[in-house]
């Protein structure tokens, strides 16, 4: 899958439209997906802590080499004349990945409208982890890729891992990869150590359709173990290609399942809601399934028993057409019939066939019922499963999917030590309870007392913001972003902090004062 995910594009005539416009006082061009079928474009909503489901990203780039993921990208232009710009359009639902479409824009520069100047400062899309890491499974990290402004010269790329929880087996196909090399360092990654990095250089011509490179290890880490990685550009090149990223994931026992269950969300803070209960909270869940037999299957049937938190919502979409879809609700019991003519082909088939056809997926909707006994010092582990049947064989049931439902005590580090797991993860991601049946690890219970709650006022904010009447003389505060690198340290007598440096976002505040240590999350707007 992996290898479709981004070397897979189709050629469609997108409506693009360019505007001449001023940026830095300097002469610049805007573009726009115009088309209906291919726009509004989504992003990354801070305010919400999450991507939107539906939508498409963009991949902006010129043939001087320019690259942008915005919606509606400036460009400088070095010279006159006739210049093309590439996008490729990426359906935001990862089941539908394959569809991933390029074209290729041509506009005239005329006299007067070029410009010298840089094409910003911004800095590169995150690095992540596709898919969950599994003990004795493979697993992917995508590295997206930038130009850095710059087309004629090689760029080195460097990800840091620590060799023992993973091992590095290959780049997957990049177009003008050169070199994959292994080297020992010392590194840190979300506050774990690195010992090892990968390096390889990709050459940056006039047009890409790739737009990221993808790497393959294999897990050695044990359930629960953090794994993290970093990815740092090269620095030769310092227009685009600034700072570091860095990415995070806890490994689980494998091996790896081709039918298995996903939820949208990971954990469910009940305090961030309107009330303590949960009801107005809804959770999207999408159940995969893959045909790994010799021959093609043409009924499929799905059977999801939700717990007792859960009730159905709705059914939002499949992989085959709607014709196909049958869906039934009896009590807490939903059942997908996915018939007839399925076909889901086999991955043993011969002669061989693309592993996209091979699978297919249901996505639906579910809401949280309120219960009592979700307090704010409860952490609960919501486990849920389903059963897939091909055809006339045996059942195939599912790991369970596991979301945490707590406060924010739950959530936060064990022992108040930032290299440790979340209380939620001691207790829901632990090998006992993880695979295991629906009664282990539900109603798991704890009153966590390593951290205390304090109020910040205003939250969210725009600079300034107060912390609460309980701190008394010297504090010490560390300010973590949305993905877990410290950003700020500040050590103040004053109730008062300056945020107004911080980009906008979602923050965790650590403040420790007078051998008492508090978490807050703080908004900044």
């Known amino acids: 899958m992996i290898t479709t995910l981004f070397m897979s594009l189709y050629n469609n005539a997108v409506t693009i439209t360019s505007t001449a416009t001023m940026l830095g006082g300097q002469p610049a061009f805007q573009f726009e997906v115009t088309d209906p079928l291919y726009m509004p474009a989504f992003y990354y909503d801070a305010m919400l802590d999450s991507y939107p489901h539906d939508g498409w990203s963009y991949f902006w780039q010129t043939d001087e080499g320019a690259v942008s993921t915005a919606e509606k990208p400036i460009f400088h232009f070095s ?138 290890f294999d897990v050695i880490a044990q359930a629960s173990e953090g794994i993290a990685v970093k990815h740092t550009p090269d620095r030769k090149f310092p227009k685009q290609c600034k700072g570091s990223s860095e990415a995070l994931e806890f490994g689980t026992v494998g091996p790896y399942d081709p039918n298995y269950k996903e939820s949208d969300l990971y954990n469910i803070n009940v305090t961030e809601v309107d009330s303590s209960k949960t009801d107005s909270t809804s959770v999207e869940y999408t159940i995969h399934f893959q045909n790994i037999g010799t021959g093609p299957v043409d009924s499929i049937t799905l059977i999801d028993s939700l717990p007792e938190y859960l009730v159905f919502d709705s059914h939002i979409a499949s992989s085959l057409p709607a014709a196909k879809v049958n869906v039934s609700v009896a009590g807490n019991i939903v059942t997908w019939k996915l018939a007839p003519n399925a076909d889901i082909k086999g991955t043993n088939e011969s002669p061989s066939q693309p592993e996209y056809t091979t699978k297919g997926w249901v996505k639906f909707k579910t809401r949280l019922a309120p219960v009592d006994s979700i307090t704010y010092d409860t952490c609960h582990c919501l486990c849920n499963k389903a059963t897939i049947y091909f055809d006339d064989l045996d059942p195939i049931t599912t790991k369970a999917d596991i979301i945490a439902i707590g406060e924010r005590l739950c959530f936060s580090f064990v022992d108040g030590k930032d290299n440790n797991p979340t209380y939620a993860d001691d207790i829901c991601r632990a090998k006992g309870s993880f695979y295991g049946s629906k ?30 009447n309980e701190l008394v003389g010297n504090v010490k505060v560390h300010v973590y972003n949305n993905f877990g690198k410290l950003v700020k340290e500040i050590e103040t007598d004053s109730r008062r902090l300056d945020i107004s440096l911080l980009s906008s976002g979602i923050y965790t505040l650590k403040i420790e004062n007078k051998k008492k240590v508090y978490i807050s999350r703080l908004v900044r707007y």
């Open 79 to 216: 010279t006159t004349g006739p210049h093309t710009v590439s996008i490729v359009i990426t359906p935001r639902k990862k089941e539908e990945d394959i569809l991933k479409v390029f074209d290729t824009y041509s506009f005239t520069v005329a006299s007067g409208e070029n410009s010298n100047s840089n094409n910003g400062d911004s800095m590169n899309d995150v690095i992540y982890f596709e898919g969950t890491p599994r003990n004795g499974d493979k697993v992917y990290i995508v590295v997206p890729l930038n130009s850095c402004d710059l087309i004629t010269a090689p760029h080195q790329e460097k990800v840091s891992f620590d060799d023992t929880k993973l091992q590095f087996i290959r780049v997957l196909d990049v177009g003008l990869l050169s070199g994959a090399t292994v080297v020992a360092e010392s590194d840190i990654a979300i506050g774990l150590p690195t010992n090892k990095k990968v390096d390889f250089t990709v050459n940056w011509t006039s047009l890409r359709t790739d737009v990221a490179a993808v790497l393959e």
């Open 439 to 468: 009664e282990t690890g539900v109603n798991s219970a704890f009153t966590p007392t390593s951290y205390e709650q304090l109020s910040l006022y205003p939250n969210p904010t725009s600079g300034m913001v107060t912390l609460g």
